[in-house]
Nanobody, 117 residues
Framework: HVQLVESGGGSAQAGGSLRLSCAVTGYTFRCMAWFRQAPGKEREGVASVVNEGRATYADSVKGRFTISKDNAKNTVYLQMNDLYPDDTAVYYC??????????????WGQGTQVTVS
């Protein structure tokens, strides 16, 4: 049974930082990703990473966010720096897919709220 459990969301001031974590149990995936959904908007891909460390980012977060994967802990992280109010959203961890296309992913976490003021 595959489970993805996110943690680390919360509130931050603009320009601040937050770090999200997503622990996976039940399977080890080669590729994992973070998505987000702001109020009134569709869910969008933020970043994805494969075991070898190669990462892909949405243009809106390049240079500010860093995704990483600890294969020993089966955990993926999203370090978010220089946060903007537009980064406010529910952030979701995803696995069993590839890249930043939502429909490509089979498994999802429950989501964690990030609020930037």
């Amino acid at each position: 049974h595959v489970q993805l459990v996110e943690s680390g969301g919360g509130s931050a001031q603009a320009g601040g930082s937050l770090r999200l974590s997503c622990a996976v149990t039940g399977y080890t995936f080669r590729c994992m990703a973070w998505f987000r959904q702001a109020p009134g908007k569709e869910r969008e891909g933020v970043a994805s990473v494969v075991n070898e460390g190669r990462a892909t980012y949405a243009d809106s977060v390049k240079g500010r966010f860093t995704i990483s994967k600890d294969n020993a802990k089966n955990t993926v992280y999203l370090q978010m720096n220089d946060l903007y109010p537009d980064d406010t959203a529910v952030y979701y961890c995803a696995a069993g897919g590839w890249g930043l296309r939502e429909s490509a992913y089979k498994y999802w976490g429950q989501g964690t709220q990030v609020t930037v003021s």
